[in-house]
T-cell receptor, first 113, second 111 residues
């Protein structure tokens, strides 16, 4: 029972273009969502977050969109750079106060120079 | 400021051996977590702690035990290692809603 799904295992994008990474969830109790970026042999690093009371959050080249009715969020990277090549995980948590996150399976982004 | 430190970084165990993975954080975070990462499976929560002296089971707790005797340390134990426990283990901590700080991982191979 996968509560957080990333259906695209990989994505290739040309440098300078937009990268769109998608994530779907099933648990309507989730109220906070994060995106993490992971390079090989390193731990994941926090990228951007969004609360369920918002539908958009921007931070520089990164924007996360949340569609609660569709239980869908997406990460937009504009413009994409070769250094963005990594595995991206979305994660979600409910309001239980334990702050435990359920992670998706990840999408490997490759930005081509 | 070291953040979250995991030791060891690599380990090879024989089936049936035991070991303890150590996670130490210097950020005074209340909440700590152990995840494992397997190909195609993402990160799955093994155990977590909401404060010193507390532990709770996550999604995949079987075969593991944990302890949080000190706020800064979260130990993950394998009592009798099995090949299915071959994985990369990540420790994480957080003060609350603002996401985790992860360690750099421990790559464990059980042969």
């Amino acid at each position: 029972d996968q509560q957080v799904k990333q259906n695209s295992p990989s994505l290739s994008v040309q440098e300078g273009r937009i990268s769109i990474l998608n994530c779907d969830y099933t648990n309507s109790m989730f109220d906070y969502f994060l995106w993490y970026k992971k390079y090989p042999a390193e731990g994941p690093t926090f990228l951007i977050s969004i609360s369920s009371i918002k539908d958009k959050n921007e931070d520089g080249r990164f924007t996360v969109f949340l569609n609660k009715s569709a239980k869908h969020l997406s990460l937009h990277i504009v413009p994409s750079q070769p250094g963005d090549s990594a595995v991206y995980f979305c994660a979600a948590t409910d309001g239980s106060g334990t702050y435990k996150y359920i992670f998706g399976t990840g999408t490997r982004l490759k930005v081509l120079a | 400021n070291a953040g979250v430190t995991q030791t060891p970084k690599f380990r090879v165990l024989k089936t049936g051996q035991s070991m303890t993975l150590l996670c130490a954080q210097d950020m005074n975070h209340e909440y700590m977590y152990w995840y494992r990462q397997d190909p195609g499976m993402g990160l799955r929560l093994i155990h977590y702690s909401v404060g010193e002296g507390t532990t709770a089971k996550g999604e995949v707790p079987d075969g593991y035990n944990v302890s949080r005797l000190k706020k800064q340390n979260f130990l993950l134990g394998l009592e009798s290692a099995a090949p299915s426990q071959t994985s990369v283990y990540f420790c994480a901590s957080t003060p609350g809603y603002y996401g985790y700080t992860f360690g750099s991982g421990t790559r464990l191979t059980v042969v």
